[in-house]
């Protein structure tokens, strides 16, 4: 079978095989009895990393984020997060369904929340509404093409929400990413919100699996939260063992995935047709517009395959593309080749 290239999302990368040599040797026990030894170990490794008093292994992200919104709100509360957010697109209106929240949307251009844009929708509630619940940051964020918010932009908006007695929730599944863009600890990323929810399965290569980090309080509620939706696992340190190696390990390779990111940036704001800002790349991620190019991105896409690359398009005009370990720089050339060949076919006949 062909190799594919696959810049689809870092969701696809493969455990390395210290990560499936571990996973073989894991000792085991239930973790819904607390009993799992790596799981535990894995939940005060990662609890430490981002500088909470604890934290709870829970299989993706998305379950992630909606055990947090369930524990900081009651139903009827609003919630405050920017238009393009993950937990507003890519969550099955979870936020509805499981915590009967009112989500309340703020358009940006890069992404980014500002405490001046969200303290105008604060409410405190009133015989007319039950007020603001929760503010939701998204860091990296995924559909701006991998943002980072810069740090004095986030503390001011958690310093304004503490100030208003709001709890601020960050969905830092690519967290480990912004850490490596700004080179500081996650911990001084994470340490201005109340819960943070990060990623083992995408740029840090695990199999599976996620953490939901907090106060003590917060994260026994959240383990009650994670047996409603279903996510109790028992033997659960075969997974966690990965996860272990992920955080040890993986962090550091993070910045090559980066400037391959920046190279492809690069080499697509040269071609014609093509729209995107080299500079707006931070991080793996990065979203171009090809409307310009006479090409849909169904078209666009299914051509690439044919050329050996996989990459989706997130609507009828913009095409998203992420780097990750498994994607090497001949194989970052190796797609700009194919685009490259597949925009000069579609001048040649337009």
């Known amino acids: 079978m062909t190799r594919m290239i696959d810049l689809r999302s870092d969701t696809v990368t493969r455990p390395t095989p210290e990560m499936r040599r571990v996973m073989f040797e894991a000792e085991v026990g239930d973790d819904v009895y607390h009993e799992d030894p790596t799981v535990n170990r894995l939940e005060e490794f990662a609890a430490r990393m981002v500088g909470k008093e604890a934290a709870v292994f829970v299989p993706s992200g998305t379950m992630g984020n909606q055990m947090a919104l369930r524990v900081h709100t009651r139903p009827g509360q609003e919630l405050i997060v920017e238009d393009r957010s993950h937990v507003v697109l890519y969550e099955m209106g979870g936020s509805g369904v499981h915590s009967g929240l009112v989500t309340r949307t703020i358009p940006t251009t890069d992404g980014l929340l500002h405490w001046d844009a969200v303290k105008t929708r604060l409410r405190k509630g009133s015989d007319h509404n039950t007020g603001t619940g929760l503010i939701v940051v998204e860091n990296t964020h995924n559909m701006a093409g991998g943002r980072v918010y810069p740090p004095d932009v986030l503390q001011e908006i958690c310093d304004g929400a503490r100030a208003a007695g709001i709890p601020v929730h960050m969905d830092g599944a690519r967290i480990f990413n912004a850490a490596a863009y700004l080179n500081r600890p996650v911990a001084a990323l994470t340490a201005g919100v109340d819960s943070v929810m990060f990623c083992l399965s995408k740029g840090l290569g695990a199999p599976v699996g996620s953490?939901?980090?907090?106060?003590?309080?917060?994260?026994?509620?959240?383990?009650?939260?994670?047996?409603?939706?279903?996510g109790g696992m028992r033997q659960a340190g075969i997974l966690a063992a990965a996860g272990i190696v992920a955080l040890e390990q993986s962090p550091g390779g993070l910045p090559a995935d980066h400037a391959n990111a920046r190279m492809l940036a690069d080499a697509?704001?040269?071609?014609?047709?093509?729209?995107?800002?080299?500079?707006?790349?931070?991080?793996?991620?990065?979203?171009f517009s090809i409307a310009e190019t006479g090409l849909s991105t169904a078209e666009f896409s299914a051509q690439l395959r044919g050329r050996g690359v996989l990459a989706n398009g997130i609507d009828a005009a913009h095409m998203r593309m992420v780097t990750h370990y498994d994607v090497t720089r001949a194989d970052c050339e190796q797609a700009v080749h194919a685009m490259e060949e597949i925009l000069a076919s579609a001048r040649t006949t337009a």
Do not use: C, Y
């Not at 907090?214 to 279903?230: D, H, M, S």
């Not at 729209?275 to 991620?285: H, L």
């Open 211 to 230: 953490l939901l980090a907090g106060t003590r309080e917060f994260v026994e509620k959240a383990r009650l939260v994670r047996k409603l939706l279903g």
């Open 268 to 287: 697509l704001a040269a071609m014609p047709g093509v729209k995107i800002d080299p500079t707006s790349v931070e991080t793996n991620i990065l979203v």
